[in-house]
């Protein structure tokens, strides 16, 4: 299964996801200059890192085909916790792995309780916390 898809820069919209530079990021702000005598529009994307959180700024002509990555979203259950980190095992494969616990998640995290999660371009990030 592909882990991302191909658009085009003048499509996305604030919200949307973009892969940039390698690391997958939701667009907080687009904007979108008229064609110039040569042509083309120019896009000013800020966006902001999905699992690091770090702001970046890029300029691409509109008719840039730009990848989105495809977020798959599943649940498990929290085995152990130590630490920061959950032991948790998926809800529908019975996998066992290891998540990082968010500081605002880490009050509510319990062994037992059930946790939302996406897959990021191959990384596992906890989300939130269901039960």
Request: aromatic share 4%; net charge neutral.
């Amino acid at each position: 299964m592909s882990e991302s898809k191909q658009v085009l820069a003048t499509s996305l919209k604030r919200g949307s996801s973009v892969i940039i530079d390698g690391v997958a990021c939701t667009v907080k702000n687009i904007q979108i200059s008229k064609t110039g005598k040569h042509g083309h529009a120019k896009c000013r994307i800020e966006a902001v890192g999905m699992i690091d959180e770090n702001k970046k700024i890029i300029v691409v002509p509109g008719h840039e085909k730009m990848e989105s990555p495809i977020i798959e979203k599943r649940s498990a259950q929290i085995l152990s916790i130590h630490e920061n980190i959950a032991n948790v095992m998926d809800i529908e494969g019975y996998e066992t792995f290891d998540l990082e616990i968010p500081d605002e998640l880490k009050e509510r995290a319990a062994e037992g309780k059930r946790v939302m999660y996406w897959i990021i371009i191959g990384v596992k990030v906890m989300k939130d916390i269901i039960g």
